[in-house]
């Protein structure tokens, strides 16, 4: 039942670069699209989120980047650290349902 | 404490035995979730309450998975006669619903169950 697909599985950044992760949705009901942020042995914490009533959010580094059409959005992380190494889930949700992504394993090298 | 905290934090049982897994929300979250993240995986929905009932239980995977919330704060999750395929990292949330929408889930550190 993977509602929410999501790639690449992982991704190596050099520091300063620029990490772009993808998702696409199935379902047209879901209205919230938010990113989650994983470090090993924890769980997931909200990075940052957007409605589909707008194309792009941005909050400080991290950037969504939203296509309702396409049922598509992105994460883009400007200027890659080696602290943004982590798992990163994209999640689609409609009130209570929210679906994961399975994950994109982001290393940053120094 | 301030975040979600779930107990305990690994568990390793037999094949065929009975687990419980707890999980204390932020207080004054109305909304609770138990997901299911093996490994290299999203979590994956299992259960969700609301209050003290369980609103949408449609993730639970079969019969030998149960979970509860009582007093509408603490819940358990209960999985009967384990198999070795129940093996994953159990991770429960809260959420304060504005509206209706889905709100920040905020995760525990989650309870690693592994069966031999």
């Known amino acids: 039942q993977q509602q929410v697909k999501q790639s690449p599985q992982s991704l190596i950044v050099q520091k300063g670069g620029i990490s772009i992760i993808n998702c696409a949705y199935e379902?047209?009901?879901?209205?919230?699209f938010p990113w989650y942020q994983q470090f090993p042995g924890k769980g997931p914490a909200l990075l940052i989120a957007?409605?589909?009533?707008?194309s792009e959010k941005k909050e400080g580094r991290f950037t969504i980047s939203f296509n309702k059409s396409a049922k598509q959005f992105s994460l883009h992380i400007m200027d890659s650290q080696p602290g943004d190494s982590a798992t990163y889930f994209c999640a689609a949700s409609k009130g209570n349902d929210m679906r994961f992504g399975a994950g994109t394993r982001l290393t940053v090298k120094p | 404490g301030a975040g979600v905290s779930q107990t305990p934090s690994n568990k390793v049982t037999e094949k065929g035995k009975y687990v419980e897994l707890r999980c204390d929300p932020i207080s004054g979250h109305t909304a609770l979730y138990w997901y299911r993240q093996s490994l290299g995986q999203g979590p994956e929905f299992l259960i969700y309450?609301?209050?003290?009932?369980?609103?949408?239980d449609s993730g639970l995977p079969n019969d030998r998975f149960f979970a509860v919330r009582p007093e509408g704060s603490v819940s358990t999750l209960k999985i009967q006669r384990t198999e070795r395929g129940d093996s994953a990292v159990y991770l429960c949330?809260?959420?304060?619903?504005?509206?209706?929408?889905?709100?920040?889930?905020?995760f525990g550190e989650g309870s690693r169950l592994t069966v031999l």
């Open positions: 957007i409605r589909p009533d707008v």
């Open positions: 379902n047209t009901a879901f209205d919230y």
């Open positions: 309450f609301q209050g003290t009932g369980a609103a949408d």
């Open positions: 949330a809260s959420s304060l619903l504005a509206g209706g929408h889905t709100g920040e889930l905020f």
